[in-house]
């Protein structure tokens, strides 16, 4: 049987309770369980405890995290996450550290990743999808959705997990399609997940 362990990153905010994220966040629940994997999960709003969350990770074939995009990261809610858990978790359980060894210092920074198996991103976002990969838009300058999340990308790779395509949900303020971005999770789930 396998394990996964699904966060819900998202941070209360008067203009935005999370309802997106959490749908996506059931919707993936229902989809792993009916597939027969043990699930572990975890709700930024929620209390937590370092120590089993570090476990969660151990467990976990796939890690999944749902979350907006906040200031093009991570709510703050589980930047205090990543500050308590992951810097926990590099002293050992999760990492050797930065992965440098006495005899080569220089080599291999990030690479002491103790963790086997995948993860996937899943972001809502209220910039629409054109606004990635166009060098004419000057925001992000042709930018992808990936780059953007590089941060969170290298910090899974640091605990040695492999990435999946990511998901995303565009435009969820002002011009939602939330049904179209229901069937194209669904959809996405399904091909990365036979």
């Not at 906040?70 to 809610?77: L, P, T």
């Not at 930018?143 to 899974?156: A, Q």
């Amino acid at each position: 049987m396998k394990n996964v362990f699904i966060i819900n990153g998202h941070q209360k905010y008067p203009f935005s309770e999370g309802k997106l994220n959490a749908s996506l966040v059931k919707k993936t629940h229902d989809f792993f369980k009916g597939r027969g994997y043990d699930i572990a999960t975890t709700t930024m709003e929620d209390s937590y405890d370092i120590k089993e969350e570090i476990e969660k990770f151990k467990q976990a074939d796939i890690v999944f995290l749902q979350t907006p995009l906040n200031w093009m990261g991570v709510s703050w809610s589980f930047k205090k996450y990543i500050d308590e858990v992951f810097s926990m978790g590099m002293m050992g359980e999760m990492s050797d550290g930065d992965g440098r060894n006495s005899a080569e210092p220089k080599k291999n920074y990030g690479l002491g990743g103790k963790l086997k198996g995948t993860y996937m991103l899943s972001v809502t976002a209220n910039a629409p999808k054109e606004a990635f990969n166009n060098p004419r838009e000057d925001f992000f300058g042709g930018l992808s959705e990936d780059d953007l999340l590089r941060p969170m990308h290298l910090n899974f790779k640091w605990f040695g997990l492999e990435p999946l395509p990511t998901f995303m949900a565009y435009d969820v303020m002002k011009n939602p399609e939330i049904d179209s971005d229901f069937k194209r999770f669904e959809a996405h789930l399904e091909s990365n997940f036979k």
